[in-house]
């Protein structure tokens, strides 16, 4: 039985797991991958090189000493998570099947994953001109052209910093009936972006490089769209589902925790994009990661 | 007026001002000094490198980049923070007088002092065999004879976490007379701690370094320790004075923030060990820096 397994190697799970093992706890890091999507990045055409992300460093440093404790973490996808006794009981899907850990306690930092439009060429051009999250590129886009497509206020927002460096900034938002008219008022304020309104996006087209975008009308016409870059940013899903019956989620299936990253089950810990006071940024899932082996630690010795 | 003010130059408020950089928000940052507490360092005898610190080389990027924006920060101390029709104003002290700053939105990050015993030789050696924060330096302390003055949880945690590296540990607390038979029996789960009673430090001898502590009895006995590091680590006080009657401080003296790090007033924000949900940890202030900033982001832009 460990004393803590904690879910996922993104931000949130690496930090978790460096100060987990500074701690000298005795823990497991269940992942698919070491880095989560933090380490995903979107090449654009051009000679411009991607400085933005200022927590590269820290991360590669924790991913490396998780890397090197080999007993420390393994590959695989956390199924459920079930109370047992004076523990947990997780069920981890592997490559060679279906394998259970017990442990005393758990920190949950799955993440979320992408949302997708299901249209031609989007896998096909994703990291190659067409990324999520624009706000993230956007010293990059120095006079480009930039589309975004988007579902709500965040993509507004990254749509008017991208126009502090863009040329231009062509803007599709969908399902903001309700907010459509605040969110144009909004887009006002910067005189290079344009909001469209009734069509939806048939496709991505290109060469090396994702180039134009297929957008189709109710009537039945198409129109393309050039452009330097192309972000589909609707709004994520949150990966948990493994502890949907363990823990209180928001309506939208993001965990609730408290200011100490506690969630509703005794033991139990989130940080992250997971929980529903994520903020998509790594460095607030570095220090909710941080938090929530500091408050799974107070757990294990003191009972708290 | 600026949009926003930042009080403080630690993690948190670092981590603020690289993030309003970032998003082009009007900003100015008040502190003392850029880098807080996190940038003091403590000396021990012997040849051992502190590479325990993780964030450093973050925080020196965030440091460096104020630095460089000179009409961004200003050396001075927040002394009160009082609203104004539709923003606030900010009064610091500073070399040359009194100034006052308006602002439509401030982020306190002014995080805590260290309390001090008040005997002869702790100034003198604080920073040489002295410090604060034990379990910041425990991987140093490999084969050390080390003394932990505290009154805590938290101090005793440090002692434990510590034993795992050191020959010795002497523990003294203070103030705990309710939980000190909890504690000493923590304490006793490493073979290596010893817990003294009864008695308080009289001050602290050396030449380059700490040496020894001397320790008063009730009974007007003197006694003296040998020991290769010394810390006094007594529950900080918040630096939440210029922010008492604006909005709601805990009962020691804490901000009391959200999972958003809003305070009770609108458009003041706080992070890092100020707030009620410090955790002491560089990395939490960031994160905690960039959750304010990000709030404050959206006060500002959308009135939330």
Redesign the interface.
């Known amino acids: 039985m460990y004393d803590l397994v904690i879910l996922g190697a993104g931000p949130a799970g690496l930090?978790a797991s460096?100060y987990a093992t500074?701690?000298?706890i005795e823990f497991v890091t269940v992942a698919e991958s070491l880095g989560g999507k933090g380490s995903e990045r979107v090449a654009f055409p051009g000679p411009a090189e991607h400085r933005?992300v200022?927590?590269e460093?820290?991360l590669a440093?924790?991913r490396r000493e998780l890397e090197y404790l080999v007993e420390r973490h393994r590959r695989g996808l956390a199924r459920s998570v079930v109370p047992r006794e004076r523990g947990l009981v997780i069920t981890v899907e592997t490559d060679d099947g279906s394998h259970e850990i017990e442990a005393r306690s758990a920190v949950v930092a799955t993440g979320t994953r992408l949302r997708r439009l299901g249209v031609p060429g989007e896998l096909e051009y994703f990291g190659r001109g067409l990324g999520y999250s624009a706000v993230s590129y956007s010293?990059l886009l120095h006079g480009c052209d930039v589309v975004v497509h988007g579902d709500g206020?965040r993509s507004v927002?990254s749509a008017?910093?991208v126009s502090?460096y863009a040329r231009s900034v062509t803007v599709l938002l969908e399902r903001v009936e309700g907010s459509r008219e605040l969110y144009r008022n909004?887009l006002r304020e910067a005189s290079n972006v344009t909001m469209l309104d009734d069509c939806s996006i048939a496709g991505f087209d290109g060469d090396d490089f994702c180039r134009t975008v297929r957008l189709a009308y109710p009537s039945g016409e198409l129109r393309e769209i050039e452009a330097d870059a192309f972000f589909v940013e609707l709004q994520p899903e949150p990966n948990s589902e493994m502890v949907a019956d363990l823990v209180e989620l928001n309506e939208d299936g993001y965990i609730v925790?408290?200011?100490?990253n506690r969630t509703s089950a005794p033991g139990v810990f989130a940080a992250g994009d997971v929980t529903?006071?994520g903020?998509e940024?790594s460095?607030?899932?570095?220090?909710?990661g941080?938090?929530a082996l500091?408050s799974a630690?107070s757990h294990l010795?003191?009972g708290l």
Chains 1, 2 share one sequence.
């Open positions: 930090a460096a500074r701690k000298g933005v200022r927590p460093q820290l440093d924790f010293h206020r927002d008017l910093e502090r909004k925790v408290d200011l100490w529903a006071a903020f940024q460095l607030v899932a570095v220090g909710d941080v938090k500091i630690y010795n003191w």
